[in-house]
């Protein structure tokens, strides 16, 4: 199906790691011309902004200046932008119970997860209003709506990313004729959890309460990103949050 998005620009945070990647690649089949964003994997964006004849461009977007720089940055390297995945985001590895967690990792994992996407939303809003058009995407995760021991954190950021801030940005947005959405994956399967192993146990904790006995690739992700930022496809839709998760009606909690 024609997607509309061949010669449009599309800017894709946290472009170089496992979902953003497959989200890029996505975008680039579609004929789109990907700004491939990253902070510290600079090597791994090169290399795929070339495979996309795209750009590679930083930012650490916990900084504001940084951010906001981001999106001119991207609109000169492309010629235009119509459409603005936050996908940047980093999920904390070590279990911490909230009677244990620390002010400080609190404070990172919200800079890194629900301050980021908002900076960079504002960003890509202040575009997008100013040429009345435009797309954006948010990635949260279903950690969000059913919470994760060991994760509060994370939860919290990604819960307040998909309900007041798309929420808040759907509404005002709309007035200009701007869409935003998000999707929140489940359990996804990246290069790099697929090179560590993943336990079979924890596949099986992990699928108990999926309608589809799997678990999700990048591409699955990504997929769905590509629909929501068309306005062939969505053109209607819009505050909306696409479970990417199998059927997931929960999690395991013992």
């Known amino acids: 199906m024609e ?102 990792r609190w404070d990172e994992t919200m800079a890194t997860n629900l301050t980021a996407t908002f900076l960079t939303l504002r960003a890509f809003l202040r575009h997008a209003v100013a040429v009345g058009s435009g797309s954006a995407v948010l990635v949260g995760s279903t950690a969000g709506s059913y919470g994760e021991a060991g994760h509060g954190d994370y939860a919290a950021a990604k819960g307040a990313l998909m309900t007041g801030l798309l929420a808040t940005a759907k509404n005002e947005a709309g007035r200009h004729g701007i869409r935003v959405n998000a999707v929140a994956p489940g359990w996804i399967v990246t290069p790099r959890r697929e090179a560590e192993g993943i336990p079979t146990d924890a596949v099986a904790r992990a699928t108990a309460t999926m309608a589809l006995d799997k678990l999700g690739r990048p591409e699955d992700v990504a997929a769905q990103v590509v629909v929501l930022a068309s306005d062939r496809l969505s053109g209607h839709v819009t505050g909306q949050v696409v479970v990417v998760a199998g059927g997931m009606e929960g999690r395991v909690l013992r």
């Open 3 to 104: 997607t509309g998005l061949a010669g449009r620009g599309v800017l894709v945070t946290g472009g170089a790691g496992g979902i953003g990647a497959a989200i890029v690649r996505a975008f680039a089949a579609e004929g789109a011309r990907v700004a491939v964003h990253y902070r510290t994997s600079r090597e791994a964006a090169v290399a795929l902004a070339a495979e996309v004849d795209g750009v590679a461009l930083d930012a650490d977007l916990t900084v504001e200046s940084d951010a906001d720089r981001l999106v001119p940055r991207a609109i000169d390297a492309l010629g235009r932008l119509d459409v603005c995945v936050a996908n940047a985001g980093r999920w904390p590895s070590d279990d911490v119970p909230l009677t244990e967690l620390s002010l400080r």
